[in-house]
């Protein structure tokens, strides 16, 4: 990651952490959810960003995760953090392998297809069978806690907890892509032929790739049970899918910063046409006005929002440096 | 010369795409400081062949060894960490990496550790040096912080060499490595092939005559998938058949 990139995490996460002090019960739900679904995409970003893998059955890892937390937490007294959080993770990882270990055997448009497939196959398993409670859902009887040290049961330590996942989540990451296994997987995004006419054998690192990010997505997963308390199967469905899609596209493939500014953006977008306050009865369409936005955004950014800095940088210093720039844009 | 060391045999190899027969039971031995040159028309199964000794394809029947083991059912990335490099016909580099970083992804290959995952890449000084010097002997040593995709077609060949250099392999497979070369490229290319085969055995399949007479000590020519002719590059280009079929009469 360069100089600009870090000092931007570094303010944008003393932001998050200055929340609760401005922002009232509501902002405070928000932000926290926000911060969930920025992790959620940072672990998309790892395959589809990093590695050049369009998974597009990601929320399957984030709702196991999701599902996971519920079914295994006891059904008298509130359950430690210590096991049921690592317990939710490998859920989700466990999954992750099954699906990478079937669907890295494809490529292109068939990879895409077949991890939607999968997704769908867990999706309609909650959704049919009693085991998850079926399309009701099922509701999270005592929140986890640790210890006297911290009770997920109150907002502010919930949001604190949240942050430090996606702190830490954020940084595990930086550190992976700088390392020669990130190394390698940006090789293999560039150009597998080579990687493996050098001696790699990509697949082991593709589906190491693949089982991190559904692990972090279990996190995501995890999270969101706890915050809301109830896990519904739509945490599983393609909808979800298709948005955390978005939200990295949006903030800019190849960025790890970009997973953060896309799913700020995304839910924001999503709040702004939802609110009755601004757009009166047509908040009840806000689909199209989200979904016009996010046509426009790409169409002018094609390379994501993490692009306006260099975009005005480039108007300003006219288009000399332009195909160095160019160069730069493209992650690295 | 001291003794013939063969790094690379093939015997019988056979490849179909469909009903065609692109290679033929084709046998062939590279040596150790000798460039043995594959020629033959479009279509003659050079780069099938090629893609067969690399293990990027299976071959339909045949045995391949290197360094006198049998690696026919290996993989391509395992064959390339025994130490067989190849290049590609169609360049095939990392665009959006620098010269440096390019080589140094090469010769990461020898020194994986994935596991080490808080380690920076960048600081890892063996690939690094290794990165520098195929960089050098490639001729790129001024180029190193520039972007690949905007090297020139000549530089990005030679990019290419060096890709497959840093990976250290005993025995390089080179597709048509002066295509598209400017005279003063080819010459610099020649002169990297001569030094390079002291300590290397080379294959090179190349459609530019006069560097291939120039260069190879022995020279395979393939008709239609199969072998006509493998011999010195005297005795080849006095081959009535290779005359016929691929050199003209002149």
Known sequence: ?????????????????????????????????????????????????????????????????????????PQHGPPSLVWMLPASVLCAAAYALIVGALSLRTKGAYFIMVTLAFAQMAYYVVHDTPLGGGTDGIYLATKPVLGPWLDLNKPLAFLGFTLGCQAAVFVFLALLLRSRFGRALAGIRVNEQRMRASGFSTYPYKLAAFVISGA??????????????????????????????????????????????????????????????????????????????????????????VQVPGQLRERLLGRAQRSATEMRNEPL | MSRSEILLRCREITHRWGGLVAVDRVSLELERGSVHAVIGTNGAGKSTLVDILSGEIASAAGRVELLGQDVTGWSQPRRASAGLGRSYQRTTIYPSFTVLENCRLAAQARAQKPWAWWRDAQRCKASIAEARNAAQRAGLEELLDRYAGLLSHGQKRQLEIALCLATKPRVLLLDEPLAG???????????????????????????????????????????????????????????PEVQLAYLGCD
Request: aromatic share 10%.
């Open chain 1, 1 to 73: 990651m360069d100089r600009s990139g870090a000092l931007f995490a570094v303010l944008a996460f003393l932001a998050l952490a200055a929340v609760p002090a401005v922002a009232g019960s509501f902002g405070v739900d928000l932000v926290t959810k926000i911060m969930i679904y920025a992790i959620f995409a940072l672990s998309l970003e790892l395959l589809a960003g990093s590695t050049g893998l369009v998974c597009f059955g990601q929320a399957a890892f984030f709702g196991i995760g999701a599902y996971a937390t519920v079914l295994l937490s």
């Open chain 1, 216 to 305: 972090i997505a279990g996190l995501a997963g995890f999270l969101f049970a706890v915050k809301d308390g109830f896990v519904t199967p739509e945490l599983l469905s393609w909808h979800l899918s298709a948005a955390v899609l978005v939200m990295v596209i949006l903030g800019g493939l190849g960025h790890l910063r970009g997973a953060l500014i896309g799913a700020f953006a995304f839910a924001l977008l999503q709040e702004f046409f939802q609110s009755e306050a601004i757009f009166g009865a047509f908040a009840r369409h806000w689909h199209l006005g989200l979904g016009l936005t996010v046509i426009a955004c790409v169409a002018l950014l094609p390379h994501g929002l």
């Open chain 2, 181 to 239: 070369m400017g005279a003063g490229e080819t010459e610099g290319m020649l002169n990297l092939l001569g030094e390079l085969k002291a300590d290397h055995a080379i294959l090179l399949v190349e459609h530019d005559m006069d560097a291939v007479f120039r260069i190879a000590d022995r020279i395979t020519v393939m008709v239609n998938g199969a072998v006509i002719a493998s011999d010195t590059p005297q005795a080849v280009r006095a081959n």
